[in-house]
């Protein structure tokens, strides 16, 4: 198709100018999905560290309260944390970012459920409460033996020391307190070596004590020792391989602003200078054939003169010179018929 007349040209315009707004809402559409896409794996890591801190709050809980109802909890947000961690591998496989991050952050959630599930195990083993576990069984050792002779001078101050201890340790978990209760035991043991009965009952409360102490140490007397230590550096691992993943994603949602950025402003570019760039042509088009009419028209008071319709670029303009060449071609003629009737009526006059 030649574009040789002022219809074509601004039907060439319009063309320009739909399929560059469809290119520029294509390009728009094509990377704000991407964006949509990727804010929304943001979102559910915004949500996944929500979970975690749900999880954190749970887990505080049961070491405040010993109530298994946080640990229910904890295992149902744990649950929901790996099924959005889960949802996140297939936009790390599609965007080729890297999926050890989301193996790593899988692996650490995994170690710190498992910490705290063997904290909590152990919890229930020295008990949840006064009336379960080991703390139940000191209990009814020290019931029993209060009916003893052990409750009796001159071992009731030292028994009473003991049992003292005991309390301490389980409200401070301070380490003098734990030593405390080896000592004293010890003493109060051997000082019923006669008492057979008595000693068998002495050495199960002693054996009951020192699980206690074990199971608290095992546990850890500060945040940082022991089971609670470790578990707690399980869960800073948890937040920092977060964040880690976060920063990974938070490039490539830069990068996909930029590129919306760059192919807006490319196809707007590009179809603004293809469009300038018809607008020139024609207006020189057109500025060439209105000059060659206005050479016509002038010349044409003075000679028969033709236009050269192959300067004047668009067809319509052609075809208007065309009429124009008619008309002084018919001029022509008209004043040549005219002169040749002057001639033989000057002719016929003069005979």
């Given at each position: 198709m030649k574009f040789?007349?002022?219809?074509?040209?601004?039907?060439?315009?319009?063309?320009?100018?739909?399929?560059?707004?469809?290119g520029l809402v294509a390009s728009q559409h094509y990377f704000t999905q991407r964006l949509i896409t990727l804010n929304q794996q943001r979102d559910v890591l915004l949500r996944m560290g929500q979970d975690l801190l749900q999880m954190r709050r749970h887990e505080k809980d049961f070491l405040l309260r010993s109530d298994e109802a946080y640990f229910i909890k904890f295992s149902q947000q744990a649950v929901s944390f790996n099924t959005r961690l889960d949802s996140l591998v297939p936009m790390f496989s599609q965007y080729d970012l890297p999926i050890t991050d989301v193996e790593s952050l899988s692996n650490s959630?995994?170690?710190?459920?498992?910490?705290?599930?063997?904290?909590?195990?152990?919890?229930?083993?020295?008990?949840?409460?006064?009336?379960?576990?080991?703390?139940?069984?000191?209990?009814?050792?020290?019931?029993?033996?209060?009916?003893?002779?052990?409750?009796?001078?001159?071992?009731?101050?030292?028994?009473?020391?003991?049992?003292?201890?005991?309390?301490?340790?389980?409200?401070?978990?301070?380490?003098?307190?734990?030593?405390?209760?080896?000592?004293?035991?010890?003493?109060l043991v051997s000082m019923f070596d006669d008492d057979q009965n008595l000693n068998v009952t002495l050495q199960r409360y002693q054996s009951?004590?020192?699980?206690?102490?074990?199971?608290?140490?095992?546990?850890?007397?500060t945040h940082n020792d022991g089971l609670r230590g470790e578990f707690r550096q399980s869960a800073h691992n948890v937040e920092n391989q977060l964040k880690s993943v976060d920063s990974a994603l938070q490039p490539l949602i830069e990068q996909q602003e930029a590129q919306v950025r760059i192919y807006g402003l490319g196809i707007a570019a590009l179809t603004s200078v293809v469009l300038i760039l018809v607008l020139i042509k024609s207006f020189a088009t057109f500025h060439r054939?209105?000059?060659n009419f206005l050479t016509f028209f002038y010349r044409c008071k003075r000679q028969y003169q033709k236009i050269d319709t192959r300067k004047l670029g668009f067809a319509e303009l052609k075809?208007?010179?065309?009429?124009?060449?008619?008309?002084?071609?018919?001029?022509?003629?008209?004043?040549?018929?005219?002169?040749?009737?002057?001639?033989?009526?000057?002719?016929?006059?003069?005979?």
């Open positions: 040789d007349s002022i219809k074509s040209r601004l039907v060439l315009m319009t063309l320009i100018c739909v399929i560059g707004m469809g959630i995994e170690t710190y459920r498992e910490k705290f599930q063997e904290v909590v195990a152990l919890q229930r083993q020295i008990g949840l409460t006064l009336n379960s576990g080991i703390r139940s069984e000191i209990t009814n050792l020290e019931n029993r033996l209060s009916e003893t002779e052990v409750n009796r001078a001159p071992t009731r101050e030292l028994f009473g020391d003991l049992q003292l201890a005991t309390r301490n340790f389980q409200i401070t978990q301070e380490a003098v307190y734990a030593r405390e209760i080896e000592e004293l035991s010890t003493r009951a004590l020192v699980a206690l102490v074990n199971n608290y140490l095992r546990f850890g007397l054939a209105f000059v075809s208007l010179a065309e009429l124009a060449n008619e008309m002084v071609e018919s001029k022509r003629n008209i004043e040549a018929r005219l002169a040749s009737v002057e001639a033989e009526l000057a002719n016929k006059k003069a005979s």
